[in-house]
């Protein structure tokens, strides 16, 4: 095991216990960086003199006995639509280039004041409109695993980067299974948190009421203290959660046995692969072997669920984007009226994708439709919160696949849009409910590549979460890191 393998939890042992050092572990992540990036591209942006800075830093206040947390000191990654003061932020975007803000979001302050180092920005689909980070204007990333195929997305360049090993835990957002999908696919453990304990300030909005920031770590341990450092109220995030916090960590060593758990009958079949389902199926009888009461739940509405969300979604950004007119901030095209300014900058700034999903949501939106289309979409939304409530009144979580595929080929489905969306079958009920939610890895298929297990839990379920969570990854014993072949970049 090379120090880029260590966890969160095994580098802060070895901090505190003083064997090692910030600046190591930061120039361990750099040089391996060096030596992937050049065929993944996790990264947009490395800031090597910044996280030397903010190495040398934490070594000194470590030495002086201050400890700021469990990620004081360890080399941290960030996906690209977070705003970061002095460091350009571009939502992998060509309207965004060249963009540094003038403030921190909320999660990076909280990584800073956490003590945290910083290593760079990553790469992601176009304003996280995506699935495999192929839809980034600053070209795709790839998966550590398979260079050929993709890391999933659209915080595919966090997940790469963790799965690498240039960043010991990442931050992701997650408006239909972002953060979830690409750990699935990537090896990694990937956490959605219930919406509004993290805040959203200063997060570059896709869609506003599915967007929600957490984790991509390498353990279900290391998930919980990232959690940790980033979430809780923020007076300046209006959807920010005010009431009482549930402990992440309180359940990670209690197991299952007791537990009801639900397998929702609606999330297997027809485009879920085999090795995929019967990994699933054999932890979920590993789960029983534990204790748990297994139980088949059938949530209907998760059926529709993939067509409200993608009116809604598209919907919510259509008026988001909407400041991106060339006149504010970011790219400016040349024209002769304000009219013709404003459809230059976003025709030369908006990739493909990111076109079709706002004229989507502007349809969806528009004087006729508005009724048929989104306002139909909201009660399909509510019915699958009331199928949850409904479900959770019976078992205490529910399990899935994360994914129903393992990581496809890099370009197979860049011009099946209906294909590419299907990724997130599994995902996105998660983000209509606001619940959180976790994927585990849980093995390899025949072709050597990961799989996900999908865990979900009511809101603010967080300890249960964790706890099954911590079992799942305790049953499946997966420890395999991709062996990537290294060229200096």
């Keep these: 095991m090379t120090v880029t393998d260590l966890t969160v939890v095994a580098a802060g042992e070895r901090l505190r216990s003083g064997s ?5 572990l930061v120039e361990a992540v750099l040089d391996r960086a060096s030596r992937t990036e050049a065929q993944l591209h996790a990264f947009l942006n490395i800031d090597r003199d910044g996280a030397l800075e903010s190495a040398a830093q934490a070594d000194a206040e470590l030495a002086e006995g201050k400890d700021r947390g469990p990620l004081h000191g360890i080399p941290i990654a960030l996906k690209d639509n977070m705003c970061t003061r002095g460091l350009e932020t571009t939502a992998s975007s ?16 909280k990584m800073r004041d956490g003590g945290a180092v910083l290593i760079g920005k990553t790469n992601l689909d176009e304003f996280a409109m995506g699935s495999s980070t192929e839809n980034s204007a600053y070209g795709p990333s790839f998966n550590p695993w398979d260079i050929g195929r993709i890391p999933g997305g659209s915080s595919g ?10 960043a010991f835990t990442a931050l992701g957002s997650d408006t239909g299974g ?51 450092t980033i979430w809780g109220h923020d007076p300046l995030d209006s959807t920010s959660f005010s009431g009482e916090y549930p402990d992440p960590r309180a359940a990670l060593s209690k197991g299952v046995e007791g537990l ?58 259509s008026a988001n984007l909407a400041r991106f007119d060339g006149i504010r901030y970011g790219h400016r095209a040349d024209g ?81 849009p209906l294909s590419m969306y299907l990724a ?22 025949g072709q050597g590549l990961p799989i996900g297990f999908h865990v979900m839990a009511p809101a603010l379920g967080e300890e249960v979460l964790f706890g099954v969570a911590a079992e799942v990854e305790r049953l499946a014993g997966f420890d395999a890191r991709p062996e990537i072949p290294v060229v200096a970049e």
């Design 20 to 24: 090692t050092t910030s600046t190591e």
């Design 94 to 109: 060509q309207i965004l280039a060249g963009y540094v803000p003038p403030y921190d979001a909320t999660v990076v302050t």
């Design 157 to 166: 360049g966090s997940a790469a980067a963790v799965a690498a090993g240039s």
């Design 178 to 228: 972002s953060i979830r999908q690409p750990a699935s696919l990537t090896g990694i453990v990937g956490m959605k948190p219930t919406y509004g304990t993290v805040s959203r300030y200063g997060l570059i909005a896709f869609a506003s009421s599915l967007d929600q920031i957490g984790p991509l770590s390498k353990s279900v341990e290391d998930a919980a203290a990232t959690l940790e």
């Design 260 to 317: 009801k758990i639900g397998v929702v009958k609606e999330l297997a079949g027809e485009g879920y692969e085999p090795d995929v389902e019967s990994a699933v199926a054999e932890m979920v009888e590993q789960l029983h072997s534990a204790g748990a009461e297994i139980v088949e739940v059938s949530l209907p509405t998760f059926d529709i669920a993939m067509s409200a969300y993608y009116l809604i979604a598209p919907a919510e950004a």
């Design 336 to 416: 002769s009226t304000t009219e013709e300014l404003m459809a230059r900058t976003r025709a030369e700034g908006f990739g493909p994708e990111v076109v079709r999903r706002v004229l989507l949501g502007t349809y969806a939106l528009s004087a006729g439709y508005y009724d048929a289309f989104y306002g139909q979409a909201q009660k399909v939304r509510a019915a699958v919160q009331e199928d949850l409530e409904r479900a959770y009144q019976s078992v205490d979580v529910l399990v899935s696949p994360t994914s129903p595929t393992v990581a496809f080929k890099a370009g197979d489905r860049v011009d099946e």
């Design 424 to 445: 997130d079958i599994c995902t996105i009920p998660m983000n209509l409910a606001g619940d959180p939610a976790i994927s585990v890895p849980i093995g390899l298929d």
